[in-house]
């Protein structure tokens, strides 16, 4: 397993003047796996950085593209895109950090990652029923349960990192990023919902880590 934070390096040519051009920035995008958007991961504003380390990008294969902005004599221009190569990455291992933030992380090991969709929904009494009727709500909750090996919690640094992650949550309303490297595609945008489930077992139970999916904010992609 990897020691540091696994990225997607991504390389592009130092862009060429015209004429009287002045450069503004590359704008860099990548294509998002579960809306098919092309989200615009970074505003690069100096004209001889020609590399960006990309740490959101999905488990797997990424496509990325290149745009460049330029002042043509008071006139801003921006490029029509280019495709640009982000090095494909695989790892084993699960790893969580803040989105914006990516020194705020903790390496975990997990046994299995359990999905939910779980619908608002409500029993009430309706006029003139004897048994209640259920109420659904327009809103879907997505959830993650990461059953850890015993392992993780014996390891102090691990806890102290899922600690801080949670106290951070709190002071700095902290969204994280969840990757799992076993799975392309595999990355969940979400918060720990609650808390760290600490508990050790003889037998088979194992600690889990409960998390909910969160939107992303604008302009973290």
Known sequence: MADVLPYAAVSWTQYTLAG???????????????????????????????????YLAFPGSNSYRLTVTVDRLGAIIESDPDEVTGVEFAWRGL???????????????????????????????????????????????????????????????????LERLLDRQYTAGAVLCVRWGARAGARYIVQIDGGVDESLSGGLGRPSLPLRRVAMPDGWA
């Open 20 to 54: 009287d051009d002045e450069f503004v920035s590359y704008n860099l995008k990548r294509l998002n796996l579960e809306t098919e958007v092309w989200d615009v991961i970074a505003t690069i504003e100096e004209i001889d950085t020609t590399n960006w380390h990309d």
């Open 95 to 161: 790893w969580g950090h803040e989105v914006q933030d990516a020194s705020q992380q903790v390496r975990l090991q997990a046994s299995t990652v359990q999905q939910r969709v779980q619908q608002g929904q409500t029993y009430r009494l309706a006029a003139g029923r004897r048994h209640e009727t259920l109420f659904a709500g327009p809103l879907l909750a997505r959830t993650l349960a990461l059953e850890l090996i015993p392992e993780d919690l014996r390891d102090p640094v691990t806890v102290t990192a």
